[in-house]
């Protein structure tokens, strides 16, 4: 009965942590809109739809962020983290800074290879 509470309040560290890099992808974007002449289209909202987190018009980053974190359950949080984190940089380097966001999705992947060390 102690590991299924362990596995409850894990599954809620991960969705806290998704929580958390969506709330990041915001904050990111709403930053880069201060500095912005504040134009914008109802397309591409600089704070709620980033054009560089958009994808292809059905699947934007947040969602397959969201699909690809369903099944985590029991993964440690900070691990949870970093592989969304890692997400979002290869996700937008075409359309935002380049090799810069690569390198930090390597940064992130080197991160969440030590956090699980060598388990899965």
Same mark, same amino acid.
């Given at each position: @009965? ?14 806290? @942590? #998704?929580?958390?890099?969506?709330? @990041? #992808? ?63 940089? #290869?996700w937008r380097w075409p359309l935002k ?24």
């Amino acid at each position: @009965m102690g590991n299924n509470a362990n596995l409850g309040s894990i599954g809620d560290a991960a969705n806290s @942590m #998704l929580a958390a890099l969506r709330a @990041m #992808l915001d904050l990111e974007e709403g930053a880069e809109a201060d500095a912005t002449d504040g134009s914008s289209s109802a397309e591409h909202d600089p704070v709620t739809a980033p054009a560089h987190y958009a994808g292809d018009g059905e699947v934007e980053c947040k969602r397959a962020m969201e699909s690809m974190l369903a099944g985590y359950a029991g993964v440690a949080p900070t691990a949870v983290y970093w592989a969304g984190a890692a997400l979002k940089y #290869l996700w937008r380097w075409p359309l935002k800074s380049g090799a810069q966001d690569v390198d930090k999705a390597i940064e992130c992947l080197r991160i969440l290879r030590a956090e699980i060390g060598g388990g899965r």
